[in-house]
């Protein structure tokens, strides 16, 4: 009985701190949102966070990008060895790609770079009371440093996700037609046949979610960190483990509901 009590006392501790910081994230994505109008004075700042967050992240997302295609071209042929002629291949890899892989390798890759980036600056500005001397400055925290890097990373992640699946695509043509014998004409007339721009559509959309949220997590969890050098190093897994778990959590609500 005392182990029953003891469960459901730390649960509902559990449900609480739960609810506490859904709430939190809630009421800075409001906050957020009223500085809408803010967008336009401050879109320098929202161009050095666009450029941070989408053109230095190029040239790992183009890496992770291509290998992905190469992995998947192999793994689709090995499944296709003995039922299935390689001919669907080119179509199979690339709804894979389009739908899943693409949106997802890169919405965990900016997680880890951008995600749990923005929680270590942050972070340390809180730690070190920049943020604190923002608010006697009358600047509010959340327009100046929290809205710039929502948006930007709202509005780079789907064209990142756009590059990382022309390159996976060039990845798995070039296993398939190096390593599998698969024709150029095989591989992009099945790409052609069975092409969905819904496909293309949902991952935009979905990375669209992603790299909002992965943002959204990062900022909140750095103006939440305390504790000096020791809290930021916290802050920044926190932001990098929450992030990749939204990833994949919405990624299975998002396909349910798209496809």
Same mark, same amino acid.
């Given at each position: 009985?005392? *182990?029953?009590?003891k469960?459901?006392?730390? /649960? ?5 701190? /739960? &609810? !506490?910081?859904?709430g ?48 998947? !071209?192999?793994? !689709? ?5 003995? *039922?299935?002629?390689?001919?669907f ?35 340390t ?27 930007a990373?709202? *509005?780079?992640?789907?064209?990142l996700?756009?590059f990382?699946?022309?390159?996976? *695509?060039a ?13 150029s ?11 969905? &721009?819904?496909?293309? &559509? ?6 669209? /979610?992603?790299?909002?949220?992965? !943002? ?24 990098f ?19």
């Amino acid at each position: 009985m005392a *182990l029953i009590t003891k469960v459901i006392t730390r /649960f509902g501790h559990g449900m609480r701190r /739960f &609810l !506490a910081e859904f709430g939190a994230f809630a009421v800075l994505a409001g906050r957020s949102l009223r500085y809408a109008t803010s967008i336009p004075r401050d879109r320098r700042l929202i161009l050095d966070q666009m450029e941070h967050i989408g053109t230095n992240s190029l040239p790992l997302v183009l890496v992770i990008g291509f290998f992905t295609g190469m992995v998947g !071209a192999w793994q !689709a042929a090995s499944q296709f060895k003995g *039922l299935i002629s390689y001919s669907f291949l080119g179509a199979a890899v690339s709804r894979a790609i389009f739908m899943e892989l693409g949106p997802v390798l890169t919405a965990i890759v900016i997680a880890g770079r951008v995600g749990a980036s923005i929680a270590a600056e942050l972070g340390t500005m809180k730690v070190t009371e920049q943020i604190d001397a923002l608010e006697s400055l009358a600047i509010s925290p959340v327009r100046y440093l929290a809205v710039p890097r929502l948006l930007a990373a709202t *509005l780079m992640l789907p064209i990142l996700v756009i590059f990382a699946n022309a390159i996976a *695509l060039a990845g798995a043509y070039l296993v398939s037609n190096f390593f599998l014998d698969i024709s150029s004409k095989m591989f992009f007339d099945s790409v052609q046949r069975y092409f969905h &721009l819904k496909d293309v &559509l949902g991952g935009l959309f979905k990375a669209f /979610f992603f790299g909002a949220f992965t !943002a959204l997590i990062g900022v909140k969890v750095g103006f939440s960190a305390s504790g000096g050098a020791e809290g930021v190093g916290k802050a920044t897994i926190r932001a990098f483990v929450i992030s990749s778990m939204m990833v994949l959590i919405l990624d299975f609500i998002l396909w349910t509901i798209l496809f």
